[in-house]
Each structure stands twice: as C-alpha cells, then as structure tokens.
C-alpha cells in the first residue's frame, strides 16, 4: 500500500455505543500509535506498539478505550460506551522498523468520530 | 519530555521566505528536532529533521544553534499551498512525542 490507511474516515455515535477504529499501517513498520487530536489542537498520544506488543498506554483517557495489534500489523483502537468529550479526530501512525521518536512517522488520514 | 514553545499564528505573503521558531529548553543530549505539516482533515506529514547545526532538503531548512535550545524552520518563498499547522517537535530518549498546538501559517496571494 501507499500509505497508512484509516477506516472509517467519520464515524457518528450516538453517546453509549461502542465504537472501532481500523488503521492499516505500512507494510513493515515496526511501530504504530495512536493518536487523538482534538479541534484546534495538535495530536495527542495515546498508545504505542511494537509489533504485536503493547509498550505504552499511558496517554489512553480512561478504561473505555482500547487497542490491540494482535498480529503486529493492522491495530484497532476500541472505544466502549462513548461519551461526547471522546468526540475528536483519531490519527494512526507507523515508523519503520529503525523505531525510536527520533524517527520520521508516517500518518494516516484519520477518523474524525462525532459523539451525539 | 521535552516541552516546545512556538507562537500560535504567523502571516506571510507569497514568495516570501518565512522562518518559524521553536524554543526547547530543555531538550536532552539525545533528543532530536522534528517538523510536521498538517493539512485540515489530514494527518501530519513529516518535513525535517535534525540534531544540531544546519539540514536542508527539498522542502525546508532547519536551523539549530549549538546549545540546541531553539530551533528554526525555514520555508523558501512559500506559496498559498504552504498554508498549515507547523509542529516542532522534539523526542528521542522518550518515543513519545509531543505535538503542542502548532504555528497556523496562513499564506496570503
């Protein structure tokens, strides 16, 4: 694939659903994270994976959000019993197997999620 | 983590050169100094990145002077397309980065 890619692009809720986020990295990149970015600020971190291992979660709100990379490539970032404030943009991002911040990440389009 | 400070807004007319200045005082031995771009309803998009002294690709420059405490972005003669969000971002003991809120560059005919 040409880049990392995001499904769905929106998504509405109606507050107390439960809702998932695809993100289809580049092929080979090591490390994936997630992101959320609300309106007129910069992304914000919520997890990061190495492969298939979770090493940081500490950016995740609250117990409702979820994510997993169980085969170390596509991610899923779940969010139960949504609430208006998680309404935002969420970003996914993947950096080639030399990972470390010091790395050039490649972002997908986003999943711009509205909470009614 | 390093904490950045770059101004909120910027104006520029086209075709002239615009620089945009990060502060990071406290940046690590091991840190490095990234710039994204982002566009509305897209994702950031890497622009340049550096450790110390001076980098140059096809896009920008970046600027860093030896106590590495700031650093500088400079855009050659932008045009309407350059208008975006600019985040300086600097990580690389800690691989998590921190956005901030950006400069918004508006780029005006």
């Known amino acids: 694939g040409a880049g990392v890619s995001q499904s769905p692009r929106y998504k509405v809720a109606k507050r107390g659903q439960d809702v998932a986020l695809r993100c289809d990295p580049i092929s080979g990149h090591v490390s994936l994270f997630w992101y959320q970015q609300a309106l007129g600020q910069g992304p914000e971190f919520l997890t990061y994976f190495q492969n298939e291992a979770q090493l940081d979660k500490s950016g995740l709100p609250s117990d409702r959000f979820f994510a997993e990379r169980p085969e170390g490539s596509v991610s899923t970032l779940k969010i139960q019993r949504t609430q208006q404030e998680d309404s935002a943009v969420y970003l996914c991002a993947s950096s080639p197997p030399l990972a470390g911040a010091s790395n050039e990440q490649f972002f997908g389009p986003g999943t711009r999620l509205t909470v009614l | 983590l390093a904490k950045t400070t770059q101004p909120i807004s910027m104006d520029s007319y086209e075709g002239q050169e615009v620089n945009i200045t990060c502060s990071h005082n406290n940046i690590a031995t091991n840190d490095y100094i990234t710039w994204y771009q982002q566009f509305p309803s897209q994702g950031p998009r890497f622009i340049i990145q550096?450790?110390?002294t001076k980098v140059t690709n096809e896009v920008a420059s970046l600027f860093i002077p030896a106590d590495r405490k700031s650093s500088t972005l400079s855009l050659p003669r932008v045009s309407l397309s350059d208008t975006a969000v600019y985040y300086c971002l600097v990580a690389g003991g800690s691989y998590i980065p921190t956005f901030g809120r950006g400069t918004s560059l508006i780029v005006h005919p």
């Open positions: 550096g450790y110390k």
